[in-house]
């Protein structure tokens, strides 16, 4: 299960706190958070802190989010291996 909260910054950053597990059965409505943001050319962070697991579909689309200049925060380091390798 993944759990999306959002809150905004007063600069109308929006950041997205995942928990849970970034799995391809969720990844339909974690696209759909993250593409309403950019679409509405605001700026967009990912609070990765609640991230217990992340498969192979998740971390191409994280990284594509990367490759969009997307910041995560608070990733562990296990999350930020998968990231980058």
């Not at 498969?55 to 999350?79: I, K």
């Amino acid at each position: 299960m993944l759990r999306i909260s959002s809150t905004e910054s007063a600069e109308r950053e929006v950041t997205l706190r995942l928990e849970g597990q970034v799995r391809a059965p969720w990844l339909t409505v974690l696209r759909q958070s993250c593409n309403e943001v950019l679409a509405q050319g605001r700026p967009l962070r990912l609070d990765m802190s609640g991230v217990l697991f992340i498969d192979s579909e998740g971390v191409t689309f994280l990284r594509s989010l990367a490759a969009q200049q997307v910041p995560f925060t608070n990733c562990s380091p296990f999350t930020t291996q998968q990231l980058r390798s």
